[in-house]
């Protein structure tokens, strides 16, 4: 099986790669590029993505192709495709960070900023929050609900269809920070980063 | 809701784990991949390397060490020291540090905060302050606290928030090395004034430093080096700890 990690200059990917590879062991081999033609062939895809929403859809929009290469993967032949951060984040029709900017329409709603309440709530939301899990996901087999996650952001995906989110963290509100949608699956939090029980969903992905 | 977070720091020289008494006396005492490893199987809610003589020798082994550790620790892990340019974070970030922590560049050169947190996000950008007490307003000290720049530390921490800075890592030369405490009004100062998160370190000598650090410094984490590394607490007991007192930790 080849697990495709999208490279396309959204900031630093190597902790993405590094746990990936980690899980992986020898078992699945895992691909680094933006290259059109393995991403197509590839059985699964991960889309990260750091900095803002407007510079990771400005560099996806870069590499020719990309963007319907990866239409292509994940609506028109439905194979699985894990968006972390800002790569869920561009899910949605549209983002608010920096200026208002288009995302990929794969879910519907957009991206604004979490609601820092005059200050009460400090932002970026960084460090670790528990997960209140609200749908069963096929990600998070195995994760007990209220588990521990790494988070670092200050804006929000907000879905206009509940049905999507499978889970939620507190922090000035109920902010959606994982989402499945048929093949699609998403989460704010870094997995990569959350010690063992966030390699246990990157394994969980690896394994759909 | 969100936790507050132990951050155990080791001090690497030369590619070895150190502690200084007031950044003098140096001790060797390790290997920082093991080291962190330790740290992380331990329950630390990130780890951070301080590379001491960054600024003057041998200055690509902290490389290897973020690239072996970042390879077996999968919590954040963040890398301060000897900093200089945007190229050298892009770097360490290359080699698997999630954050990295400037001092001495964010004062001499604030445009360096302001480009890398266009270029990473702000959430990889910290800016170390180094303060050091004079009469009643705190001042900035750069190159490892050898030099004085007279700069108020808390119109700094301002200005370092605007510039694009996602968290703030907050030192007390006074404090550091002697394990008497944080310094308890400056964290409270500089927390109060940003609206970023705000990083205690410098003087912890005991577990109710770091409870002091967080309830009333109110700081969203604390940094501790000498504490954990000589064993005279672990990270899950410092933790515990925290707990026992009512303050909201990952256990």
């Known amino acids: ?208 | 809701m969100l936790k507050n977070r132990i951050i155990p720091c080791l001090d690497v020289k030369n590619g070895r784990v150190v502690k200084g008494i007031n950044f003098v006396d140096l001790q060797d005492a390790g290997d920082p991949v093991e080291q962190a490893k330790i740290y992380s199987d331990g329950g630390a809610d990130e780890i951070c390397f301080l590379d001491i003589t960054a600024s003057n020798e041998n200055r690509d082994t902290i490389y290897d060490v973020v690239e072996k550790t970042s390879k077996k620790c999968f919590v954040p892990l963040t890398v301060g020291g000897g900093i200089r340019s945007v190229e050298d974070i892009n770097k360490l970030l290359n080699c698997g540090a999630d954050k990295v922590s400037i001092n001495t560049a964010a004062v001499q050169n604030p445009e360096v905060v302001v480009e890398s947190s266009k270029k990473f996000g702000s959430q990889c950008i910290v800016v170390a302050i180094d303060a050091k007490k004079n009469g009643d307003k705190w001042e900035i000290f750069t190159h490892g606290g050898r030099n004085n720049t007279g700069i108020d530390a808390i119109e700094f921490a301002k200005k370092m928030e605007d510039s694009g800075a996602g968290e703030l890592l907050v030192t007390s030369m006074d404090r550091d090395g002697t394990q008497v405490g944080y310094d308890i009004d400056l964290m409270s100062k500089i927390s109060s004034m940003v609206n970023i998160p705000v990083i205690a370190s410098g003087g912890v000598g005991n577990l109710d430093h770091l409870v002091d650090g967080i309830k009333l410094g109110k700081a969203s984490a604390v940094l501790a080096a000498s504490i954990f590394h000589y064993g005279k607490y672990s990270v899950k007991e410092a933790k515990e700890y925290l707990d026992s007192k009512g303050i909201p930790v990952r256990i």
Not at chain 1, 5 to 29: P, R, T
Not at chain 1, 84 to 93: H, K, N, R, S, Y
Not at chain 1, 179 to 197: A, R
């Open chain 1, 1 to 208: 099986m080849n697990v495709t990690i999208v490279d396309y200059n959204s900031g630093n990917i190597s902790s993405v790669i590094n746990s990936f590879k980690e899980v992986a062991k020898d078992k699945v081999n895992i691909e680094v590029t933006s290259d059109l033609n393995k991403i197509k062939s590839s059985d699964k895809v991960v889309l990260p993505g750091q900095g803002s929403f407007k510079s990771c859809v400005d560099a996806l929009n870069k590499i020719s192709g990309l963007v319907d290469t990866l239409n292509e993967f994940a609506i028109n032949n439905k194979k699985p495709l894990l968006g972390i951060c800002v790569g869920l984040q561009m899910f949605a029709d549209i983002g608010y960070e920096e200026t208002e900017t288009k995302g990929l329409g794969w879910i519907s709603g957009k991206v604004s900023k979490i609601a820092n309440q005059n200050g009460k709530y400090k932002l970026p939301h960084i460090g670790w929050n528990q997960i209140n899990i609200v749908k069963d996901s096929k990600i998070f087999k195995g994760i007990e609900n209220n588990s521990h996650m790494y988070f670092v952001h200050s804006y929000e995906i907000v879905p206009e269809d509940k049905n999507v989110v499978s889970a939620t963290t507190d922090y000035s509100s109920n902010i959606v920070c994982s989402v499945e949608k048929e093949n699609i699956f998403g989460t704010q939090f870094h997995p990569e980063k959350s010690d063992k029980i966030g390699l246990k969903i990157i394994d969980n992905f690896i394994n759909l």
